[in-house]
């Protein structure tokens, strides 16, 4: 029969019991074993032990390291049994390892990690609110200490077991403090005059760029920023592509996230709060805005100065161009 419940510095023994008889029948086999929770390097160590009732015989006694077995080979007669049981025990004595050669196998652990709305921003005083979703908050592990501050959401994601916690925020970016810097991540796609694509990062001054009514609006400045603050996403796209002072065209006029600074970039231009229930203008129709995300980012930027309508389009939206370098 199978054995366990090693205990260190002291024997553990297992037996076989059948009314009150101990392997006490020749043939019957008893063996232990033990799970060694070290290294392989600082291995348990272990004796082997047996002891036996009556006129048994034990033979085939082995212990490999793992198992320690015992064979009775005696008659099974059963003659001077004392206090009601005769047969066959065996015995392991096993000692750990020195203090500080290994250990046991730590319980599994799992670490904490902070989940998307990590880096991201929210609006807690826009219409509706908005914070950090609770399934996004971690990824692996649970939330604790989830607080508002002055600027955004801390909080952490606790593991388990052994494992790691992680620490986690998102801003708020209604009380972000970034300069007025409307522009497009590098990527984003203007439409060109020809009907082309171009990425705007090579877009050159000079170039023409179409209008939503089709005319073609000359590039008088390209601007290239290395910029460090917040972009913005739509409707839950994870497209981060603009900042928060470039204007798109609605359907009630001109809009951004941060209307003064867009009118310090464009002083002639009346805009607005662009909000969530917003229409905006594409170049194929208008885009219901039902979400809005952002991100912190450090990374390059690009807008223009055109002449003309002083418009263009950018990933498929009817924008505004800057009258000043950002």
């Known amino acids: 029969t199978s054995g366990g419940g090693i205990q260190w510095g002291s024997w553990s023994q297992r037996q076989y019991e059948s009314d009150d008889n101990e392997c006490d029948s020749p043939g019957c086999q008893i063996e232990m074993t033990i799970e060694d929770n070290y290294s392989d390097s ?9 002891q036996h009732r009556t006129d048994e015989v034990v033979s085939g006694w082995r212990y490999d390291g793992a198992v320690a077995t015992a064979t009775n080979a005696g008659s099974g007669d059963g003659e001077n049994c004392e206090n009601g049981g005769c047969g066959l025990q065996a015995r392991l004595y ?17 670490n904490g990690s902070c989940g998307p709305a990590d880096g991201n921003a929210y609006n807690i ?17 649970s939330v604790s200490g989830y607080t508002t501050s ?22 708020d970016f209604q009380s972000f403090e970034g ?11 203007v439409l060109m005059a020809d009907g082309s694509l171009q990425a705007i990062e090579l877009v050159r001054e000079g170039d023409q760029v179409q209008d939503r009514y089709g ?13 460090e603050g917040l972009v913005f996403a739509f409707n839950n796209t994870e497209h981060y592509f603009f900042t928060d002072t470039h204007p798109f065209l609605t359907t009630e006029g001109w809009k951004s996230m941060n209307p003064e600074g867009s009118m310090i970039e464009s002083p002639d231009l009346t805009v607005s709060l662009l909000e969530i229930g917003d229409y905006v203008i594409m170049e194929d129709g208008t885009l219901l805005i039902e979400a809005i995300a952002a991100k912190k980012t450090a990374e390059k930027v690009y807008n223009f100065n055109l002449d003309g309508t002083e418009e263009y389009i950018a990933d498929g939206y009817v924008v505004h161009n800057t009258e000043l370098k950002p």
């Open 125 to 141: 005083g826009g219409n509706p609110p908005t914070e950090p979703p609770v399934a996004d908050r971690c990824s692996t592990g």
């Open 179 to 189: 300069g007025p810097e409307g522009c497009f991540i590098e990527g984003t796609q």
């Open 94 to 110: 096993c000692e750990a390892p020195p203090q500080g050669a290994g250990g046991p196998t730590p319980p599994p652990g799992t």
């Open 150 to 171: 002055g600027d955004g959401w801390d909080w952490s994601c606790t593991g388990s077991g052994t494992g790691a916690s992680d620490s986690c925020f998102a801003i």
């Open 42 to 50: 600082s291995a348990v160590t272990c004796s082997i032990g047996y």
């Open 215 to 227: 005319n073609s609006n000359t590039v008088l400045e390209k601007f290239e920023i290395d910029f």
